[in-house]
């Protein structure tokens, strides 16, 4: 019996200019620059407990999986590239029989367990992504686009890949108004850590584990950071795609996309209304859901 190996898989997807390493387990392209926010994000997610349990926690609900179903329908027989796939927590939840699932991620440790789970690793940037224009059927980056130093042009490296008719899916990175804390409300926050190791609160989390997170969260560290809906309208629609926002905060299905928020949590809705938001706008949605189809 034939196997058939990574490079056959990948090699009609690939941009020949692409310098790829193929002697290692995972297909590994070179980054001339490794940021700290790689570093960080390599580390942290490719930790042999710390991603395992990331793995296990993290957007693995039925209500994730009723909103996405919702939003994309069926991965079955289509070509899926997943950004950012970390350990594999979106087909882990999703499942189907995708054509070929490509996870992309910077971590080595990551993508050995997203490949146990399904996935046809590449290691590479997001920046720059290794793949020839268009080609795609679907593309996803879940809580991924904030964790890279430039949002704006991941967005445009991912939206490259897609063809005509695809669809372009992004989730949970945090919206810049809803994070932007003030006064008493920042307070708050900053001291969240701290009383629930004093009160033993299911919520604390170990100060090493918490520090190397924290670090990935390149564009939710400090207040006033995060994404825009205005990014998603001027990288996307001047390359031909039909967009459509959906801030949500992470506690619904699929009443997302009938425009609906949920609530976040008592101690978001404090902090917020500490800083002088309105927790029930639209503007104090946790994240934004996007669902953009390349019209052409």
Not at 126 to 153: E, Q, R, S, Y
Not at 195 to 212: G, P, Q, S, V, W
Not at 241 to 254: C, I, Q, R, S, T
């Amino acid at each position: 019996m034939m196997v058939t190996s990574l490079k056959d898989i990948l090699a009609p997807y690939l941009s020949s200019r692409v310098d790829i390493d193929w002697t290692g387990n995972i297909p590994s392209c070179k980054i001339p620059v490794f940021t700290p926010g790689m570093v960080a994000n390599s580390y942290f997610f490719g930790h042999p407990q710390w991603g395992k349990e990331y793995f296990l926690q993290s957007h693995r609900s039925q209500l994730f999986q009723d909103r996405w179903m919702m939003a994309m329908g069926s991965w079955d027989h289509k070509i899926v590239v997943d950004i950012g796939c970390g350990p594999g927590n979106v087909y882990a939840t999703l499942g189907g029989s995708p054509k070929l699932l490509i996870g992309v991620d910077v971590s080595h440790g990551a993508l050995e367990m997203a490949q146990e789970v399904g996935y046809v690793p590449i290691l590479a940037d997001a920046h720059n992504l290794p793949f020839i224009n268009g080609f795609a059927d679907v593309v996803v980056a879940n809580a991924t686009i904030h964790h890279c130093n430039d949002m704006g042009k991941v967005l445009a490296e991912a939206a490259r890949i897609v063809r005509p008719g695809g669809i372009l899916f992004t989730d949970q990175d945090p919206q810049v108004t809803a994070w932007n804390f003030k006064g008493l409300g920042l307070f708050l926050r900053d001291i969240r850590f701290p009383l629930y190791r004093l009160m033993r609160y299911k919520h604390y989390i170990a100060f090493d584990e918490r520090t190397a997170r924290h670090k990935t969260e390149i564009h939710n560290q400090r207040p006033g950071d995060g994404i825009t809906p205005e990014l998603y309208y001027q990288i996307l629609n001047p390359l031909g795609f039909d967009v459509k926002l959906y801030p949500h905060n992470h506690n619904l299905g699929a009443e997302v996309l009938l425009g609906q928020l949920g609530k976040s949590s008592w101690r978001m809705r404090l902090s917020q209304k500490l800083s002088g938001m309105n927790p029930d706008a639209y503007s104090s949605a946790q994240s934004i859901m996007c669902i953009a189809k390349r019209l052409y």
